[in-house]
């Protein structure tokens, strides 16, 4: 099946430094990835819509340039998190549509664990 | 009320057991749901798909209600392997755009 591919999986940094995550589509093309974070026991939250080519989406109360979402190419979108601090410490998921026939199927990246010192 | 909600237990129940899990979703013109599976400190993995009425998958059946605007996913015959935490999720907008997750249900099969 469609892979993706997510690095690092746990970071521990800092406060005050910048944290690059990647997500990577293996074996397909992604025009369109999706970037959520999960504090524990909690959903899920969509933080932004990464669209190859163009700006992304964010959702609302998702600071653009704290979130620094890049997607230049079909196969890879990276999140920088900008001047990290104590509270961004989360869980971070990216995932991506793969059309397969007439259906669109979510495949999800293994998680980014970041600890903000 | 929330856009989807959860009880999230924890369900502990045998080896064996049969258990079931509601999840209510406020968009009533949502037309497709899907169950996921997360363990912990993991990636969600799709579980089922449900787009009419239900779904079934071996040991797994979903069922949409939507005059009540809820789905269950019931687990048969549990497995030590079941444990995990199942999210009930909704397209907000009729497609992958944006979903919305619900907080998850955790389930502890017990031997």
């Known amino acids: 099946g469609a892979v993706v591919s997510q690095h690092p999986s746990r970071v521990i940094c800092k406060s005050g430094t910048s944290v690059k995550i990647e997500c990577r589509s293996l074996?397909?093309?992604?025009?369109?990835m999706f970037w959520y974070r999960q504090f524990p026991k909690k959903s899920l939250m969509l933080m932004a819509t990464?669209?190859?080519?163009?700006?992304?989406?964010?959702e609302q109360g998702v600071e653009k340039d704290k979130f620094l979402i890049n997607h230049a190419s079909l196969t890879l979108s990276t999140l920088t998190v900008t001047s990290a601090h104590p509270e961004d410490s989360s869980f971070y998921i990216c995932?991506?549509?793969?059309?397969?026939?007439?259906?669109?199927?979510?495949?999800f990246g293994s998680g980014t664990q970041l600890s903000v010192l | 009320r929330k856009e989807v909600e959860q009880d999230p237990g924890p369900f502990n129940v045998p080896e064996g057991a049969t258990v079931a899990f509601n999840c209510t979703y406020s968009?009533?013109?949502?037309?497709?749901f899907f169950w996921y599976r997360q363990d912990c400190r993991k990636e969600p993995k799709l579980l089922m798909s449900?787009?009419?009425s239900g779904n079934e998958d071996g040991r797994f059946t979903a069922q949409l209600n939507r005059a009540s605007q809820y789905i269950s996913l019931l687990i048969r015959d549990s497995k030590l392997s079941d444990s995990a935490t199942y999210l009930c999720?909704?397209?907000?907008?009729?497609?992958?755009?944006?979903?919305?997750f619900g907080a998850g249900t955790r389930l502890a099969v017990h031997p």
């Open positions: 074996d397909f093309q992604a025009t369109t």
């Open positions: 990464s669209n190859e080519g163009s700006k992304a989406t964010y």
């Open positions: 449900v787009y009419s």
């Open positions: 995932s991506a549509l793969k059309w397969e026939g007439a259906n669109e199927k979510l495949f």
């Open positions: 968009n009533s013109a949502s037309q497709s």
């Open positions: 999720v909704v397209p907000f907008s009729g497609g992958y755009n944006k979903l919305i």
